[in-house]
Structure formats: C-alpha cells, structure tokens
C-alpha cells in the first residue's frame, strides 16, 4: 500500500496525540504529591525499622527513621500522613483500651511530629482495630457482634484526645452508624472546631485489606480472612454507597472518602455528582500489592502502572489519594 494514500477523513483525533509535547499541552488530569497522602505505620522503641514482606518497599517505622521520612516526604512535595500504629500485643484488650490513653504511641509520635514540622498534615484513623486483641474496629457485645454506640462512645474519647495531640483531620474508618456527628460534637465541645474530619464514608467490605492487617498485625492468625461485613459496606451495593457518604456530609465530615479507590471509581464519581465536598480515596493495601507483585514478575511496568492506577482515582473525581506509591509518585515527579 502506497503510504501517501489517504481517505477522505476529515476528523482525525490522532493529530492531537502526535508528540509528547502536544500530549501534554493536552492533558486532562494532573495530578502533583501535594494531592497525596502518604500511609504510614509506626512502631514503638529502638529496634530497627522493619521491612513488611507483603508491601514492598513500606516500612514499620521506628519513630527516629519516621522523624527522618518526614523532612525526605516534605522536601518531595508529600506533605500530609496517615498514621498507623503498630501496637505492642502486651497492649492489646477486647474492648482497644490503650486507644484511649492519652500518650499512647499515636498520640505521643504526632506531638512529636508537630513540633519538628508543623507543616506536615497529620491525619489519624479513628478506629479500634489496631488496638483489639479480635482484630474488630468495635466493642464487642455478649454474642460477639459489633455493638454501634459503646463502639461510638470509645471514638469519641480516641478522636478528642488525638485532636489534643495536634492532629490536623480525625479520619474515622469503622463504619459505624452516627460516628460522624457523634465526633463533631465531641470535638466541638473541648474547643477542637478545627480539627476536621476525613469519614471513610464508603469503606467496603473488601478482600484487598490482607497486606495492611499484617502491617498492624490486626489479622489472627496472619493471612485468614477477618470478616467486617456487619459494618463495612457490601461491595455490589452503590446506592447504600452514597447514602452512607451523604449521611457523614450532613453530620459534619469535611471530605467524604471511598476505599479501596481502584475497584470503585464508579463510586468515586457517582459521589462526585452528590457533594462539593472534597472526596479522598484510599488506594488501598492489596491495591498496591497487586501491582508490585506483577512487576517483580516482570509482567508490567511497575511506574507505568503505578502512575496509570493513580491517574484513574484522580480522573474518576477525586481531590486527594492515600496511596502507598506516595512517596515512589513524588520522586519520579520531582525529577
Ligand atoms: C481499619 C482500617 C483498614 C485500613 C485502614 N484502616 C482495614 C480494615 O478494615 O481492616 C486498610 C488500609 C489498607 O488496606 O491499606 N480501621
């Protein structure tokens, strides 16, 4: 075939795709570290920063080294955290007891963030799982069920005292009915109206969770599945989605967040259409393990795909992502 033939087309998208440089005249969605929030976990004492086998490059951080990763994070352009607590077992206890100790690890590694950088965003999660010997985000009740409003009451004294640590944003992650409202007032009513609150408002009950419960060590034994679905939402159910999410908007929450991000962009941009608050998302644990573990076997590029999962959250309608790529996002961004 002659190469100079041509029909007679006279539409042709190709012409704004010809080269990097109109590709990225053209560009739709961006996205720059100042939109990511970087998950981190913590451990107490001295022992060395541990690697975790199923997040490939994260660590359990010891509070030195995370005090380090803070200045690195803020001189890439990250500059908020989500911080997790690994909580010595010793410490554990049905009812997640050491969440409402005012010095407890959380607590006591924020204060000490804060006075070293006070402009990194702090982000703490509101739930009890890392602190239950069950692994359950609530109190249990006599027949083993998650009981809602002692399970509230406990949240309410956890969100307070976090917010007294100087915690930016409470992020209350259990899905439990009326938190939302139930922290508003508690916050309000010590002199924390500016402490906001993130409501992981559409949390599924999701099979992606595994690699994080390892991290915190909430899953017993390690690698079973710990069933959350009398709280968390049911993955087909869109509709219960948003009327959960619209429920923590009218109880005062300042972003809306859905999780996992990646098998729920319908989510993320169905709830786009409902709120002008700001959504987050969560591109969650399993989400990043997945991706890494088909790169270590060569079978994707591990930035390309990196950089296409987290495109994908953005594009979907969303203003902020907590990914664990935060900080890989950030170096391969700044460079
Ligand atoms: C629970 C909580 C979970 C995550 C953050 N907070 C998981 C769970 O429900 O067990 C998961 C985050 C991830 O998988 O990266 N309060």
Redesign the pocket.
């Known amino acids: 075939m002659n190469s100079s033939f041509s029909f007679d087309i006279l539409k042709r998208p190709r012409r704004n795709r010809r080269n990097a440089a109109i590709r990225s005249l053209l560009t739709e969605t961006h996205l720059s570290p100042s939109q990511l929030v970087f998950?981190v976990f913590v451990k107490d004492g001295t022992s060395p920063s541990e690697d975790i086998a199923s997040l490939p490059g994260i660590k359990r951080y010891n509070r030195a080294d995370l005090l380090k990763e803070c200045k690195t994070l803020l001189k890439l352009g990250v500059s908020a955290l989500a911080l997790?607590p690994v909580v010595d077992p010793a410490l554990k206890d049905a009812n997640g007891k050491e969440s409402r100790n005012p010095d407890n690890l959380l607590n006591s590694i924020s204060r000490e963030i804060k006075q070293r950088f006070p402009e990194m965003v702090l982000i703490a999660?509101v739930?009890l799982?890392?602190y239950t010997t069950h692994?359950h985000?609530g109190i249990l009740d006599a027949n083993g069920d998650v009981a809602n409003d002692p399970t509230v009451e406990a949240l309410m004294s956890m969100a307070t005292l976090q917010a007294e640590a100087g915690i930016d944003y409470v992020a209350p992650?259990?899905m439990m009915d009326g938190r939302i409202g139930a922290i508003r007032r508690a916050l309000d009513a010590k002199d924390f109206s500016h402490t906001g609150i993130i409501a992981?408002s559409a949390?599924f009950a999701?099979a992606?969770?595994?690699?994080?419960?390892d991290a915190i060590g909430?899953?017993r034994p390690p690698g079973s599945y710990?069933d959350?679905k009398t709280y968390?939402l049911n993955p087909p159910n869109p509709r219960e989605a948003i009327r959960d999410a619209l429920l923590d908007e009218e109880e005062g929450a300042d972003s809306l967040m859905v999780?996992?991000a990646g098998l729920y962009l319908d989510i993320i941009a169905k709830l786009r259409e409902k709120t002008n608050l700001p959504i987050s998302a969560?591109q969650?644990?399993?989400e990043?393990a997945q991706i890494h573990a088909t790169a270590q076997r060569g079978w994707l590029n591990l930035e390309a795909a990196r950089d296409e999962s987290l495109i994908a959250i953005k594009r979907a309608g969303a203003d902020f992502i907590l990914t664990?790529f935060a900080k890989s996002y950030a170096e391969s961004y700044s460079r």
Do not use: C, E, T, V
């Open positions: 998950p997790f999660d739930a799982d890392p692994g985000d992650s259990d992981y949390k999701s992606f969770y595994g690699p994080f419960r909430s899953q710990l959350k968390q999780k996992p969560y969650i644990s399993g990043y664990y």
